[in-house]
């Protein structure tokens, strides 16, 4: 029997490429967004990838009614949930929106789905979670919640809420995955990050630099404890990290109970060898200008992925190397992201 997913937005980075693994592994999805950080364009990129389409619902998971329509439409067997705003520095400034998109959303989700009889939810956490490590790499029982700033918070909340669901009520089967810093885009050059606006995130700045969009990139901090004195993160390849949600789906078919996972590659680099990777990679200089600390970051962040690997069968494949080529891939073909076309 083919199942059907929903997930929610999917037309947005990690979702649109899981999406796309989604339907070439067979499975019939419904995707839901707002296109409030999104473009349609992105699933028509799938379409064209899968050589099928999704289904595609425009509206908003804060809207009860609809979500009751959509669950009454389609029969929806479990819920890959991506919606969310994740922008660090707007959740500073806007803790509200936050908070009513990020945990009110997921709560309404919640309630549509278990008056739908639907109960199988895998939900795009964050190790934003684990705040500032004590140790690394860092293991699911480590302490979580020491968050910096609401956007945090936020992902801590809805893991607190369903962890108490998957309590209350035995049928739900939840998979809270611990995202490192997701990277890369889909192999052909037609799927990846398009950021809104400059960049808050590293690869992203990178490639804006590269393809001459921004000037220079600002390296924030040479002095953190760490071997070259810039910050550790532990990059993951998005494509990997959306075969991670399938092989959590698998999971939940033989759990009941909500479940953490770190989606990780166990490996650490620090800003300094992004560059001369992604130099490397795309023949490309990137300059760049030591700058100072960024408010809030932290020196280490990576992650042990032995859980996943046993428990979900899942690893990461790709490497450095392949990240950089395809992300620099993505934004040679499209340096104006989806909304320019392709050049
Ligand atoms: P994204 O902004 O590209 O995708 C999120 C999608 O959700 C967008 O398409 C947006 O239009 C949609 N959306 C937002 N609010 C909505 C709402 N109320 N109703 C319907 N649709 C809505 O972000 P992404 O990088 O693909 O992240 C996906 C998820 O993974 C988010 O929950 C994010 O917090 C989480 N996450 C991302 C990262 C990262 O670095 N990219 C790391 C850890 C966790
Ligand atoms: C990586 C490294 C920076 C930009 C953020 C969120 C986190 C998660 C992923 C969702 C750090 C350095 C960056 C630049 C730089 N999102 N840097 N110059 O901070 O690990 O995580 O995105 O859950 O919640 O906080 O990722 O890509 O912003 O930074 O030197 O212009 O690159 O200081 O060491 P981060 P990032």
């Given at each position: 029997?083919?199942?059907?997913?929903?997930?929610?937005?999917?037309?947005?980075?990690?979702?649109?490429?899981?999406?796309?693994?989604?339907?070439?592994?067979?499975?019939?999805?419904?995707?839901?967004?707002?296109?409030?950080?999104?473009?349609?364009?992105?699933?028509?990129?799938?379409?064209?990838?899968?050589?099928?389409?999704?289904?595609?619902?425009?509206?908003?998971?804060?809207?009860?009614?609809?979500?009751?329509?959509?669950?009454?439409?389609?029969?929806?067997?479990a819920v890959m949930h991506f919606a969310g705003l994740k922008a660090v520095g707007e959740s500073v400034a806007q803790p509200l929106r936050y908070y009513e998109n990020n945990v009110g959303g997921t709560i309404n989700l919640c309630q549509a789905m278990a008056a739908a009889g639907v109960f199988t939810l895998v939900f795009s956490s964050s190790a934003t979670v684990y705040g500032d490590p004590a140790t690394v790499p860092i293991t699911e029982d480590q302490p979580v919640g020491q968050t910096t700033n609401p956007y945090g918070r936020s992902k801590f909340?809805?893991?607190?809420?369903?962890?108490?669901?998957?309590?209350?009520?035995?049928?739900?089967?939840?998979?809270?995955?611990?995202?490192?810093?997701?990277?890369?885009?889909?192999?052909?050059?037609?799927?990846?990050?398009?950021?809104?606006?400059?960049?808050?995130?590293?690869?992203?700045?990178?490639?804006?630099?590269?393809?001459?969009?921004?000037?220079?990139?600002?390296?924030?901090?040479?002095?953190?404890?760490?071997?070259?004195?810039?910050?550790?993160?532990?990059?993951?390849?998005?494509?990997?990290?959306?075969?991670?949600?399938?092989?959590?789906?698998?999971?939940?078919?033989?759990?009941?109970?909500?479940?953490?996972?770190?989606?990780?590659?166990?490996?650490?680099?620090?800003?300094?060898?992004?560059?001369?990777?992604?130099?490397?990679?795309?023949?490309?200089?990137?300059?760049?200008?030591?700058?100072?600390?960024?408010?809030?970051?932290?020196?280490?962040?990576?992650?042990?992925?032995?859980?996943?690997?046993?428990?979900?069968?899942?690893?990461?494949?790709?490497?450095?190397?392949?990240?950089?080529?395809?992300?620099?891939?993505?934004?040679?073909?499209?340096?104006?992201?989806?909304?320019?076309?392709?050049?």
């Amino acid at each position: 029997m083919t199942r059907t997913i929903l997930v929610t937005g999917g037309a947005g980075y990690i979702g649109s490429h899981t999406t796309l693994v989604l339907l070439q592994a067979g499975f019939q999805v419904v995707v839901l967004d707002s296109l409030c950080n999104a473009s349609a364009e992105s699933l028509k990129r799938v379409a064209q990838l899968a050589g099928r389409e999704p289904v595609f619902v425009q509206g908003d998971i804060r809207d009860r009614a609809l979500l009751d329509q959509l669950l009454a439409h389609h029969p929806v067997q479990a819920v890959m949930h991506f919606a969310g705003l994740k922008a660090v520095g707007e959740s500073v400034a806007q803790p509200l929106r936050y908070y009513e998109n990020n945990v009110g959303g997921t709560i309404n989700l919640c309630q549509a789905m278990a008056a739908a009889g639907v109960f199988t939810l895998v939900f795009s956490s964050s190790a934003t979670v684990y705040g500032d490590p004590a140790t690394v790499p860092i293991t699911e029982d480590q302490p979580v919640g020491q968050t910096t700033n609401p956007y945090g918070r936020s992902k801590f909340m809805v893991e607190q809420v369903l962890g108490d669901l998957a309590v209350a009520d035995a049928r739900w089967r939840v998979a809270l995955l611990r995202y490192f810093n997701p990277v890369g885009a889909h192999e052909s050059g037609l799927m990846g990050e398009d950021p809104n606006g400059i960049p808050n995130n590293l690869l992203p700045y990178i490639t804006q630099v590269a393809v001459g969009k921004l000037p220079e990139l600002a390296v924030f901090g040479n002095d953190y404890p760490t071997p070259d004195g810039t910050g550790v993160r532990d990059y993951i390849h998005v494509l990997d990290l959306a075969e991670g949600h399938l092989c959590a789906l698998k999971a939940l078919q033989t759990r009941t109970g909500a479940h953490v996972w770190n989606l990780g590659t166990g490996q650490g680099y620090s800003v300094l060898e992004m560059v001369r990777a992604f130099e490397a990679a795309s023949g490309r200089p990137v300059p760049y200008r030591i700058s100072p600390r960024r408010s809030g970051d932290i020196a280490n962040c990576y992650a042990d992925p032995t859980k996943a690997r046993k428990e979900l069968g899942w690893g990461a494949q790709r490497g450095l190397p392949d990240m950089m080529r395809d992300a620099w891939r993505w934004q040679s073909m499209n340096p104006n992201g989806y909304s320019g076309g392709r050049n």
